[in-house]
């Protein structure tokens, strides 16, 4: 069956660049989103159709995906970012990846 | 913006169905597809299925079996019904809208609050 896997944690600190990987067999052939989620809240979308931010989602956020890789990317990381952070992908059925939590140091 | 927020019991007894609804508001349940979707405390999430306005549904392959999804146009809702609950079936169970049911163009925004269901005698 068809998984999404990522790096149980990425730590970074505040200005830098974050990057956070989401892997799977030819994922680059299909669309990936991405959703934060601090503790105690609902996931909230932040990157949709691979590289689209919705409205009101900060320009620092980015997204890409190729060959079997799908990639969020924060640059100028902010305290506000740490957060748990997850890629989903739609392969038969929906598939959501274990989760990134992101530590700002 | 539309708001989704989720009600039922917060505790169901094993063996038993578990039952929710979810309220659409400040917008139209139509020419959407509505989700739920859970994650067990401290895990992953995890979609279970969803509905479109029009009744069409898709499922979860793993939980196809004990699920049952369905829409209230007339009252903005619609509802998940899961059977033969067990101690892993205890989640914060979501709802949440997406533009399509199927396929590559399935991503959720928004989400409603979420609702803690343990299933314990």
């Known amino acids: 069956s068809y998984e999404l896997t990522q790096p149980p944690s990425v730590s970074v600190s505040p200005g830098q660049t974050a990057t956070i990987t989401c892997s799977g067999d030819?994922?680059?052939?299909?669309?990936a989103s991405w959703y934060k989620q601090k503790p105690g809240q609902s996931p909230v979308l932040v990157i949709y159709?691979?590289?689209k931010r919705p409205s009101g989602i900060p320009e620092r956020f980015s997204g890409s995906n190729s060959g079997n890789t799908a990639t969020l990317t924060i640059s100028g990381t902010q305290a506000m970012d740490e957060a748990d952070y997850y890629c989903?992908?739609?392969?038969?059925?929906?598939?959501f990846g274990g989760g990134t939590k992101l530590t700002v140091l | 913006q539309v708001q989704l927020q989720e009600s039922g019991p917060g505790l169901v007894k094993p063996s038993e169905t578990l039952s929710l609804a979810c309220t659409v508001s400040?917008?139209?349940?139509?020419?959407?597809?509505w989700n739920w979707i859970r994650q067990p405390p401290g895990k992953g999430l995890e979609w279970i299925a969803n509905?479109?306005?029009?009744?069409?549904?898709n499922y979860n392959p793993s939980l196809k079996s004990r699920v049952t999804i369905s829409v209230d146009t007339s009252k903005s809702q619609f509802s998940l019904k899961l059977s033969s609950v067990t101690a892993a079936d205890t989640a914060v169970y979501y709802c949440?809208?997406?533009?399509?049911?199927?396929?590559?163009?399935?991503?959720?925004?928004?989400w409603g609050q979420g609702t803690l269901v343990t299933v314990s005698s």
């Open positions: 159709q691979d590289k």
């Open positions: 949440a809208r997406s533009s399509d049911g199927s396929g590559s163009f399935v991503w959720f925004d928004p």
């Open positions: 989903q992908a739609w392969d038969s059925s929906v598939l």
């Open positions: 030819k994922l680059g052939d299909k669309y």
């Open positions: 400040r917008g139209s349940i139509s020419n959407y597809h």
């Open positions: 509905i479109h306005y029009s009744g069409s549904t």
